[in-house]
């Protein structure tokens, strides 16, 4: 069993005075702002970041943070528990003294050593996260869209409505120590600043009398290059199961055809009749992983 020699919180700037290039790097790409380094020897063998995340932090007026962790550079099934679990708690420590309130952090869900080491540190279960994808060329079809049209300004708070009635699987909806009114406006938010420019394109269902559900597509870089996220979609209740989430989804997907190479969307496994859409739309699944919260105080 190998000795851990140090675990703590260093800052960018010592990091940056160490030859540990790799853990620069990789903190530069999780934007962390303190980072907890386990060393053995000379080497660290784990490391991990947190960032804070601004738009929770807005919405709910309290500090909330990312977690990242590195690849562990040990083997042995105890010892990795113990160097994930050591990290969380440095960085717990550092995130107390900041104030924060809830930490979270999404993995693969095959990955057990990470997940006893968190728990060790406090952390705990929320969701189980699917994310889907599709090559842009498939799914498309030559279907007509008629009570489809590209949102237009004065539906905003409408489809907010929709948002905050509609959306109710997210995290903070899974998390009995979250504020749901918090959680609510988590998505009212989302589709407002979609609307106003964070999304590419917005397209709402409308049989004549108004908006009764969206679909959002944002384009993301992704490792595949040219790649978008459905980024939400809603139907309002009283129009579900009458196939319109699937012409909001077809109609992206028609959208995106020859615009992009791949197209993704995420949502969480017990919200069967999503996946039973994305999937009948030609979506397979990527990968299956899960998120941990962690509260400090109340
Ligand atoms: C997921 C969601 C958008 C689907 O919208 P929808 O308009 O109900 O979707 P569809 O009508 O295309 O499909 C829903 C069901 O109705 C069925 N259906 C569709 N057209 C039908 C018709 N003409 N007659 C009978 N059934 C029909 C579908 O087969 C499907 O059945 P299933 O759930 O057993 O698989 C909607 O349920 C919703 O808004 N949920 C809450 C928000 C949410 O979870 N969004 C996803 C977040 S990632």
Redesign the pocket.
Known sequence: MAKLLDVRVVSREEIGCCPWQEVLDSMEKWQAVMAAVTLQGEEPVCWAGATFLGFETEIFGRQFTKLQLSDLRVQHYTERVGCVSAVAEALNEWQRMQGVFCAYIRFPEDRLDLAHGLEQAGYRFVENYLTFSLDSKEGVSEQQYPDIRPYIPSDIPVLEH??TE?????RFHSDPRIDPIGAAKTRAAWVGNSCQGRAEVVFV?DQGKGPV?F?IGRRCGGPFGREAV?D??????H???????????RRLLEYYSGRVDRIT????GK????V???Q?CGFVLDRAEVSFHMIFGK
């Open positions: 929709i948002a509609s959306l109710l699987t997210s269902a559900g679909v459905l939400l979609i809603a139907v309002s209740a129009a579900r199961g009458a196939g319109l989430g699937q012409k909001l989804t969307v995420g949502t969480q919200n069967g009749r999503a039973r859409m994305y009948r």
